[in-house]
């Protein structure tokens, strides 16, 4: 019988998917803590800030997060802003030659953070540009430094300390497994085939296993996913519950269509001067902040979604008797042969009902 | 028969359900990864910090994080706080006449970072309060300045840059849309109605369209959410999967209970006097914090759930058999009639049984 | 017959499922967003920092986080560091007789903000060690104070505001609940016989509910989750739709490996010198970060889930027919003799089926 078969098919199909996505088990989804911790020095040596040594305080920030790290590869800095006035940066629409060329005070919602005087001061000694309140003197952004500032930020490591826990098990675990001792961890490199499930990541190749190109996205900065997989099937033993680990980037990936790509920021380190007056370095940092992405599954024997998948199991098998009887009275020729032979016709069956309703 | 149409509505539903939430597709739920960027500038006179410029560096707190962005709307300054000892601002607890009226180092867990001397000084020529050890002079917050200090901020841009991936169909987009140009994103503003796409959002905006107003939250701050949905149904065209922003205000709702209402917290800048020693500027900063919510469900034909939901609803169908069974064989008046025409009573049954049994 | 009753007993199993995991109602999960906000004033004398009282601005780090708030408990200072060349704090591998024992500029990827010179230097008049370039001097961080330099940080209060929604009943609710006035928000502190429902938490109390030590886990930090349930039976008043408040430490719990132990970070506090140039003090931050977790799944009486679950149940019941039949048709000794009673074998059957394929 055709149907039959089919049927059959779809039962089949059932209980692999039982089996498969393990039908029999309760499941329950990760509750994740994460915390990171960079290494690394960097050294740059250029006219405006002179020889000077980076490290973790001056490249993380803020200094903690709690999902994600940005490590700071390139920057614009602005020394020794204050509060006055100053021409703005020569462009297409600042340039200009008297007073009647600059507008006062226009409500621009796309400004970076200066209002118009409405006049005309000398920018250089052959440029003249429009006047602006502003922290003066006012930042230059048009270049981004290439190769990246920071660009020895490549062989920074950053350790990531994660710690699972799924509720309904109540079942706990950490990144760091009890087998990794304090000597392997102050030397070890994370290597998809040779050290899976050492902690410590390299930036570089970080970013090298998601297919891109560290110095690349070091110039204007991104977002990088880390992503840790705490799949388990707890029927088996707690120690064959490991983090599998991935990285993927996570901004632009449309090449032809890179509008406003990378990632940065300004923040600014205030001062006083000896007068007392406020000053600050403004700060546009270009950077790849690290989004750590835990999720997961675990599965446990449970008898409730055992029993309620061997019962729809079974259910779908039971469907075949259905199937074929449909087939067999509806769809031959000689249905109306077999209908008689499958129903016996009760004779007072109106009646009866009848009678049932009257009461 | 009744029963049998009461089956075939259940059926019905069934399948109605089985269109409806795409019984017929796998799921899988968005991940996602969020970057901001704010703009504007605001100006503000006031006899304590002068006319004064305040841009992006000044008023984000912290300078960057994950999935959310506070913008500095009002604010408490206290200038020049040094560590020493201090009378207290007057109020009902804190006015003596003399030492007597002051406890010394009486441990309260919601004190505001002052511990008590135990001395009565003048507060000022006609006032005497308790003194305090503590960052002097001490933090002036019983009076929020109303209008907010940077009421300006209702025309500052908020750009939101969000990549969403749906792992199992290794599906990804961005909300800047492969066909939004650098120009269009210069000049573009999110509406509802006419720019729906625009991923550049005005502050006021974003707060007028939960139902609230500016002005009013600015003063005491609060907590907004943007909603971004991302609902797609992978088998149509990838340009079809569209992000959705909805808006919404997270913190107080209950105009009733309004018991600590709004959003505020303290930071301070810290500064070295030219003697060396430390001074710092408490700033008690009230502000709109904007939590960017990424949601969504992808759906994609596949062919397990396909089978499982053919075959559950075919059940279904299958039940209404046994239904109409029950009610003729055990409802009905004339039930016994119907049970001798339905059961072959085969003799031996117990026999049989008892046969195997024994074997 | 034994498999009806087995039958049964998987129809009962379901039933219960269907009332016990309310099978009969669609279920949401919850959208949250947390505000915290930490009181409390920590003195100490050190020779190094003198008399210092330290409030929220001093301790919170950074000033605001999305769902989780870090208080600093330990610390270790480093004062007045510039751009320069001194010698390594001496220890196995530093310590010199000679240049020769140095090298230079070596790439050490788990370095901690150090160039070396290759010099040897004089690090007091007994010891010698490496130059490094670096922010001078460097950091000693061999030994961590103890008790915790914030020991009285145990006597913080931190007031929690969750307000969450659940999007598809449009329910939202936050955890100050409706009959708390302000009086009471002023004096309560949680406990979770007496104020179950106070959101203002002390610190020591957190902990300690989590089965640790504050001043132990205050030496080398660590993190703790605040859990917030909320699952609501939306079928019932909204009153009764209650946060309930847990504890538990996110990081190590596994004694026996614990491999770099508790949280801490580095951050920095620039400053300039009389004469311009930039000095920093150096902070390594231990402390305690509370992660505040919100989960929960609210219910509500739908028609859809409701027959889906009815309907299954059935099927179910259904399946007892066909078992029955299994076993008596296949499984029993007199099997044959049943199968003749059970079938009509209709002669010409395939005839008609070779008859139906020819047309």
Known sequence: NPASKKQQKVGLERWWVFVWEKGYQETDSVVSSVTTKAKGVAVTNTSKLGYRIWDVADYVIPAQEENSIFIMTNMIVTLNQTQSTCPEIPDKTTICH????????????????????????????????????????????????????????????????????????????RNILPNITTTYLKSCIYDARMDPFCPIFRLGKIVENAGHSFQDMAIEGGIMGIQVNWDCNLDRAASLCLPRYSFRRLDTRDLDHNVSPGYN???????RDHTGNEQRTLIKAYGIRFDIIVFGKAGKFDIIPTMINIGSGLALLGVATVLCDVIVLYCMKKRYYYREKKYKYVEDYEQGLAGEMDQ
């Open 265 to 271: 920021f300004r923040f600014a380190k205030y001062f």
């Open 98 to 173: 008297s007073d009647s060329n600059c507008s006062a005070n226009s409500a621009d919602t796309h400004s970076n953070g200066m209002i118009k005087t409405g006049k005309c001061v000398p920018f250089n000694e052959t440029v003249k540009t429009c006047e602006v309140a502003a922290w003066c003197p006012v930042e230059n952004d048009a270049v981004v430094p290439k190769p990246a500032f920071l660009k020895a930020a490549e062989n920074f490591t950053l350790l990531v300390k994660n710690n699972i826990w799924y509720p309904k098990f109540n079942f706990s675990k």
